[in-house]
């Protein structure tokens, strides 16, 4: 069974056509690789996949919910480490992953076990007393992905998991990813490189600008 099957999936801005008809499909404990340029639509794809904007047509179905009509089950099945990150500066890390786990409705046992596992897997054990705003580039983007386990999703996305990290850093997060979907999880990633996307993806689409319309068309092939 797919974890996400997408089809005719459709998106614009005023007259900028971002999604004319994307079409794809997950199976269930693989990693899937957006590729594409800026600009490209690969934000918006997560976005919409992960029921935050919608799309102006076509169908999608996350864990074997329909978004448009499950949205609360899509939301229930899944994890989203955005592009930007979703960590409050003035809390610890440790902090940062308590609010998670009281967003996630855990009972507070369970979610200091939940935070305490997290910064040991991610290498945050003795930062996690620290203020996120002293964190490094590298560290913030771990807590960030860290954040998005707390809740134990089937289908995770991750918007440029690794932009802006160095090549140690990149590696540590590709271990994290293929950890993951040795557990069962599916992944959907998003990346500028092409290395990335073949160091880690079962599937790769590239969101591609076709100029076969004046309008220009986005198409995954
Ligand atoms: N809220 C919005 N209003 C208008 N245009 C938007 C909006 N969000 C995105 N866009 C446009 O949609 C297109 C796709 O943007 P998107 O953020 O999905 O690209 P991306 O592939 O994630 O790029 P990047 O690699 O820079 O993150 C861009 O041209 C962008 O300007
Ligand atoms: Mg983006």
Redesign the pocket.
């Known amino acids: 069974m797919s974890a996400i099957s997408v089809t005719g999936l459709r998106k614009s ?2 007259d ?1 056509v ?1 999604l004319d008809g994307l079409d794809l499909d997950v199976p269930r404990g693989t990693v899937f690789s957006l590729l ?10 997560v ?1 919409i996949l992960s029921t935050l904007i919608n799309a102006d047509a076509g169908q999608a179905r996350i864990d074997g919910h329909d978004l448009t009509r499950e949205p609360d089950a899509v939301r229930a099945a899944i994890g989203v480490t955005g ?1 930007f990150s979703a960590v409050d500066n003035l809390l610890t890390g440790e902090e940062n992953l308590l609010l998670m786990a009281d967003l996630d409705h855990l009972a507070r046992r369970d979610g200091r076990r939940r935070a305490a596992e997290l910064l040991e897997q991610f290498d945050l054990v003795e930062a996690g007393r620290k203020p996120a705003s002293t964190y490094s580039g590298g560290m913030r983007r771990r807590l960030d992905l860290a954040m998005t386990l707390v809740g134990s999703p089937r289908v995770i996305f991750l ?2 998991p690794t932009t802006g990290l160095d090549p140690r850093s990149r590696r540590n997060m590709w271990q994290i990813v293929r950890d993951l979907v040795a557990g069962g999880v599916t992944i959907f990633l ?1 990346t ?1 490189y092409l290395e990335e996307a073949d160091e880690l993806a079962d599937r790769i689409a590239v ?1 591609d600008n076709v100029k076969s319309s004046p309008r220009g068309r986005r198409r995954a092939c």
Do not use: F, M, S
């Open positions: 801005y005023g900028h971002v594409g340029a800026n600009g490209a639509g690969k934000t918006t794809t976005r592009q918007d440029e998003t500028q969101l």
